[in-house]
């Protein structure tokens, strides 16, 4: 309708036109006007929407009146300023088959998608979505190209999940071009569109304006260039008008490149703000000229900024106020109608193409260090300079973190700075970097970053029918495959995985240019340790990995491993056993393990198989083994470079290796620079292998360690390890404590702190680095533990002369491949002549520069390259820009391109003949970390030498290091030595050839001997400090203030001296400035720092000698006056110096005499106070003296002397440590002069007394401590004396001693220090004892006994105790109630065998009546020793023991010997049931325990008793026997010995519990041998029905044996238990026991032949997978769940698969339980006892979502109402335990909505 109404125009259709037309011009118009703007305003009512129309006409027209205004200041187009259908330019990135990425200005990006081209090509897409014919369509790679410039308008902006803006473009003309109208289209316009339709003759062109036609003839478009391809529907082009007929409605068209990029717009044209387009070019005037961009005018009214990064930075300087220049419009920003314009010559004049790749190669992702900022541009960023010189721009947001605000200055004072490369813009055609921490250290940064087989986390995105998407990061996103989410297939994942869901995934593929990344959950692939095959060249035959099935057919199995790697698995390589359909046995997504058999990479093909998989390790490890040994030189190349190091391929075998970065040199500053000219594909040489095990290779290229392993002077393991072997290792890691070395082989050693260095280290981390190489010397062993100490103090290794030249040369070596590397790798004329230069060369250069820190200067002969010269090597120079002047080189930094050199005359000038040998004065030139560079006295030499000599040489302080400017001591070994290119080599020391110290250049010091005076400054206890005339400050110590004849013990010398007095004195040393440390003149490492001053009057006389200051001066036993320095509380141990450079040291039991000053010792010594002590010992390693100050430098016998107790022994007395280092031990017979019953009771360690000294024995001191022996004239008589030798025992003598131990051969007892007697077992006890353990029990050690001497044997030094109470009249030493028989001796034994013989001769009516019971006797009469039998009734004879049960006890005789203790008299009505312990004798012992009364002799007459106390006695007894009646009829009460437990046997012979407990009762007391002879008689007597009785022993037994049997004992039982019991228990029990025990290979052994023999049993598969996750192997129980299934009746499938996801869930994997659980439910979903268990074993191991989740399946069962309720119910308590009142609520509506809809179900 429109078009008919321009074609045959109407009356009111022109004026609207027209009008139109005209209010088009006034908006125009209006930009330039300066007509003030109308203020007046009424108030609004609320009805006046007149008003309101007015109100929002003048607000629309203040808008407008600030439309193009010229901005305050030029800034970048910001992501915030985009809005939607705003115009841009932009250029195409990226082309895929939906989608376009286009670079935007500023660096923004958009990306436009397949359905914003135009309206013919969506409508095409439409047409052919559903139509397989599709040859008419085109993807968009064919529209769209890289470098392909396009005017798009902004469709969309959406806001991703990350907070960022995603950009959604569109070319549809109608958008781009919505502002022209048919009227508004000139001749000349370049304007762009799609290409409609295609017709015979030409194209139709849609260029986006209603009422117009365009058309492209066919002449035309063949003209364009670059260009054989005929047009397509859809595509996209730039033309130009060539002919508009009919005022705009027909159109033709030109696509001339050329004419379209020079085409300008011109004022004829029309164009204005509303119908201006991005790409047009412009005549424009530079308007303004600000810091960050340009002002231009345009087209007479308009107004367009240039921000600075579309200016051309070499036409900077040209860019004037009213210049004429051409500029590309960019965009216009429809708000204000910004302009923004461009001056670069690639947009201004564009080739068919622009390109999308910086010249120097793609470095996105990147991180580059070491950068500068070149300028500050506050509103939108700054401008950064890489090291390299290249530009780049770091957007205002990435000079901060997010959240965080921008701080300039901040940034700015940054000298040097860290970026990450993470865009290249192609519109401005520079890098964008960014310079937030967290995008440095972000991993992963692009998908090239990823490779196939790492393992990654990441956060669930989405999950759809394809699978699941997984965000690595914000520009990083993958897919994981449905069949790939677990490793089952899941037919509800939402279950298991939500969005923003942490998880841990493997890389399958990656594919960085369609930016296509798949993932894998299947934890069997991501937690694999088996090789992966990346490639068909990985799977070498005989290698074993995990892979998945992606295909299962009749003829096998196709297995997928990483980046679509694939092979087949015959059938005949499926399994062991025969398997005729895959398809029941296999599944697609199964992760399996295949072993390759065959593989041709070219082909991409590979044979597998499942069977053999098990033996692939093996064979690759002995591969492995046999391609590479420990030791033998390697070459290798490059396969990858990592933070860490390379990854190397050992050739021929291509081995897998790793070569750390800190084993390419031994040098650590060369290492980073080897590392960084190394690149992948380089091929490396004189490699060794140094570690060799199952997981890596590592490799090494250190040359000292080479040389060690070819030497052979390294240990292949730990038994080959010896004290004082030197082995050549690396720092591996560093400790408070230590450091460990690493050497070849893998074995490690410790280097404690005190063993590093002599000096004192304040921080262990700062003076090593991790890999450095250093020797190492064995100290200590620990063969047990396999472990060994070792040291690396340079004054316990050596290293020859020789390895120390051996490795300068070899660094010097390495800095030169690195610099012939750079320059083969780089072109250009620079790098290979800097390459060139050498140390010592003559460059002609010319001052550019000068500064305070030195000078820069230019060469001809090196452009571009940086040439330094620093202060020092600029001295007496007068420089001025363009001077020419002659240099030497020092130095050259190849990677910086920096050139060091140096204009000093005596470096320059000609060089002299150097001698072998000849020693000179070096000067240090130029330090560079590892290396210097020096010059040799006046020859003009220079040469390179290490800054340290030693491997371990360790630097403490700044001041120790190397400095430019220090003098050495050189001497020369070889005047011109080719591996240093000429230079000389020498050797070199901090001390000057004759001897005198290496004085730095300018310094001022004191020479020995000069006279000083000086103004006491300070004075303290130890040192006065002096302020000399030059102002330097002198020291004087304590010893150095008077006359040594002067100084009084007591006295305080420094006190002498007043503060502010003037003194003179005498340079004797001097002092280091750090440490304080005093050094002699003759010190090697002297420096002049604090000069050390003595103020003794003879020592100001010339004829002065200096005082020794060595220690080794003082000798052993010397009396030496000393001065108080320092007392350590924590070691109670006092310091004296002696002078400046000796000190001493004094423990405390050589500081006092008195007891008492041990608590407070530092009261009796002040500092500075003058002492005399005596010199105890000379230490030189490390450097002290041992003093005492109690008189005396050595023990002697006989003295007493202090003493502390360190330990108090049962076995030997006490050990104690002494004065001087000495110890000695205190034996408990010296303890007192009367013996005690525990005589180590009162002693403590750390206990301080005095001993006395009795003698020394192989270095420790036998001691006493008795009265008589510290103070003879004060201590009384000794009750027991002191035994000094044999002469002092007599036979017949009574002494009392302490038991030492008991044996078979007697007890032995102490009887002094050095005297033992014995006494034998017969002459111990009057009892028969059958075991000496018995006898021991009773006599524990050091127990004192009085002893009587039988005999003493000089000679043999032999002494012969008796313990007998008739010899000692003492108490027997075993207690009667023991009920042990008598020892019978003598004419008792005689008598006791005659009555025995009678007895058995007797009738048998006598022997009645000789048992009778006998009339009661008032009276007993005294018994002769002739009628005295052994006191207890003979029980030898088990028939006379049965016999006595029936007599009266009362009828038998008590007879007693004279001297021992009184009998038990028994009372009427005793029992033999009754234990003796429980009875009280009706006579006490009334014998004391003192020694007085022990020689007191008791009546032999028995007292006679009243009744009262007959009656009183038999009640006791009576209380007794019913206690004890009591106790025995308890059934918790457990026996205690064997007696008890027969008895018990006897009433239940059939209970295993009573017999397990006998058995107990023998394994504790150890008595094996017992315990297994009561397991058989149980296995006897038990009846043969009590069958589980029986197993109960039979499992005691096993238990037994494989606690103290051996294997073969064990198995012996297990085969008799199998004859005797069911076969299956058994196999159950001792299964059960291998496991308990940890015997993990025989428990498995014996399931793997359960299974096979029980394989119909339930049980004994579930037992096998609970023993199997219970070790770890989740893999191998789900193998055997699968025999399981195969093995047992199809109905215990279901049971089996649930008990075994009871036990994933319980110990393995949760998820793989869970899975199987849902398979089972799906299949069985009326199984409402599994559901019962599924979700108690969630709601145990599940979250609350899981758990919510399951109850929301349950309830919808179709399962009976009451199931329903009681799930509902289950529901509810859970809800009110863990959810909410909401929740709980929503549960309750659940369970109304289900009554409901069962309600409505019946009633329907």
Known sequence: METTEADFPRGGTVKTSESKIVTRTEIDNLFQSNEPKGTKKRKATPNDDSDKVKKQKSFEEKDVLTLNATAKSVEILHMKDLKEGMLMLGCVKDVSDFEVTVGLPCGMQGFLSIRNICDSYTKMLTEQL??????????????FYSGMMLRCAVAKLDTTKGGSVSLQLSINPKLVNKALTPNALKAGMVLSGCVDSIEDHGYVVDIGVNGSKAFLPNKTEKKKQNT???????????????????????????????????????LQHGWTLTNLLPGLLVKATIAKVTNHGLILDFLSSFKGQVDFLHMELEKTSSYTQGSKVQARVLYIEPSTRLIGMSLRSHLVQPETRIITTPAGGDRIGKIVKDCKINSMHHMSGAMLELPDGTLTFVHRNHLKEPNSKVKDNAVLALPKHTCRIIDFSPMEQINFVSLRNSVIQRTFFRYHDLQAGQVIEGTVALLSDDGMIVDLSSRIRGLVPRTHLSEISLKNPEKKYSRGMKVKCRVLSVEPDTKKLYLTRKMALVESSLPLFLSYTDARPGRVSHGYIVCVKNFGCIVRFYNNVKGLVPVSELSSELILNP???FYVGQVVKARVLQCEPENAKMLLSFKTAAVGRMEEAAEVRFGCEVGKRLEAKVLKKSVNGLEVSILPEEISALLPTMHLSDHMSNCPLLWESLQEGDTISNLVCVLKNKQKITVSKKPTVIWSLEEGMIAKDFSEVTVGMQMIGW?????????????PYGLVGLAPKSAITDKFISDIMTIFQLGQTVVAKVTNLDDDKKRFLVTLNISEVSVPEEAVQTRLINAVRERRSVAQMIALRDTTDLRQQLAALSIGQKLKLVVDTEGDDGAVFKSDDLPGATILATKHHVTGFQLSPGQKLTSVVLYVDIHLTTVHVSLLGKLVAKKKMLTEEGKYTAMVQHIDKDLAVISLQNTAHLTVVQTQTHLNEVTLSPSSKLRVGMCLAAEVVEPTCEQLQGLPLVSWRRTGPKGQPAVSEGSTGHCFGNIVHGKVRTVKPTSIQVTLENGSTGSVHVSEVMEAAEVLPGSFPTSSVKLGSMVTGRVIGGRETSSHRFLPFSHPRFKYTIPEITLVPSKLEETFVAAKDKVSNYKVGEEITCFVSKFHADRKSLELTCNPGVTGKVELLAMITDLKDSSHPEKIYKLGQAVKAKVVKVSCKPRYLALSLTGFHKLEAGSVTLGMVTAVLQEIGLVVRLPFGCKGIVAVTDLSDAYRLNPLAPFSKAQMLRFYLLRSENGKWQLSLRPSRLNPGEAKPAKDPELLSFDDLHAGKLIRGYVKSVNEQGVFIGLSNNITGRAELQHSTKYFVFKHKDLSDYLPLNMLLTTKILSVNTKNKLVNLSLLPEDTGKPDILPESLGLPLRLMGKEKKKFDLEKKMKR??????????????????????????DSDSGVEVYFREEEDHKNKDSKPAARKQVRNSTGPSRLQVATGFSWDVGLSSLQPPTANKDADSSDGEDQEESNKTQKKSRYELAEEKKAAEKALMRRETELMDPQLRPQDATSFERLLLASPNSSLLWLQYMAHHLQAMQIEQARAVAERALKTISFREEQEKLNVWVALLNLENMYGTAESLKKVFERALQFCEPMPVYQQLADIYSKSNKIKEADNLYKSMVKRFRQNKAVWLSYGNFLLQQGESDASAALLQRALKSLPSKESVDVIAKFAQLEFRYGNTERGHAMFDKVLTSYPKRTDLWSVFIDLMVKNGAQKEVRALFDRVIHLSVSVKNIKFFFKRYLDYEKKHGTPQSVQEVKKKAVAFVEGKNIDAFN
């Open 731 to 743: 720092i591996k890691n560093i400790m408070d404590y230590g450091v460990f070395v690493e050497f």
């Open 1401 to 1426: 001769s007797l009738p048998e009516c006598e022997k009645n009546q000789k048992d009778s019971p006998a009339p009661k006797q008032k009276k007993q009469k005294k018994a002769s020793p002739e």
């Open 228 to 266: 054989n391809n005929e047009l397509k529907v859809g595509q996209y082009m730039t033309f130009q008008l060539q002919e508009v007929k009919n005022d705009g409605r027909v159109v033709r068209l030109s696509v001339c490149p050329q004419s379209v990029s020079e085409a300008c717009a011109e």
């Open 583 to 585: 398809e029941e046995v």
């Open 130 to 143: 559903d139509s397989t014919d599709t040859k008419d369509i085109f993807s968009l790679p064919h529209l």
